[in-house]
């Protein structure tokens, strides 16, 4: 039997590896209510590089920064985490549906907002995923091939 190197884990799961002590109601007041339960150990929790989850603080900061800039995508989405690249991971402030932002369209407006159509208990399992890629890579980097792809026993 061929050895399983990425494994999908429910976000409950995920909520236990990445994150054991929720936050305070008073920090998660910001978040959609669909967010709060899935995210209420994970703020400030790093769950992969590019998969960052903002702390209270920062969520607070961040998306009051937004609402200052006139035309921003702030009435809709919400920011809750980022890449290492200085992008956005967004959350729709209405409906369970997570979007990203590139900081190189260098404006807020919505449309610059990509639609992942990923709940966020979807975009955890993703960010997962991509922690174990990351691990795989760091601890065997002879498992890719040139163009950094799987090499065939690892898939």
Known sequence: ?????????????????????????????????????????????????????????????????????????SSEWLVFAYSGQGDFWLLHKHRNETGFYSHDTETYAPSTVDELRLKLEEWLVVADLFQQF??????TPTAFTKEY??????R
């Open 1 to 73: 039997m061929p050895t399983v190197h990425f494994k999908t884990q429910p976000y409950l799961a995920l909520r236990a590896t990445y994150g054991t002590t929720p936050w305070p109601d008073s920090d998660l007041a910001l978040l959609p209510s669909y967010a709060k339960q899935p995210l209420a150990t994970l703020l400030g929790q790093s769950i992969a590089a590019d998969f960052q989850l903002l702390s209270a603080a920062a969520l607070k900061s961040q998306n009051e920064e937004l609402a200052e800039s006139s035309g921003s995508f």
């Open 134 to 139: 990351d691990t795989l890579a760091q601890t």
């Open 149 to 154: 792809l799987l090499q065939p026993k690892y």
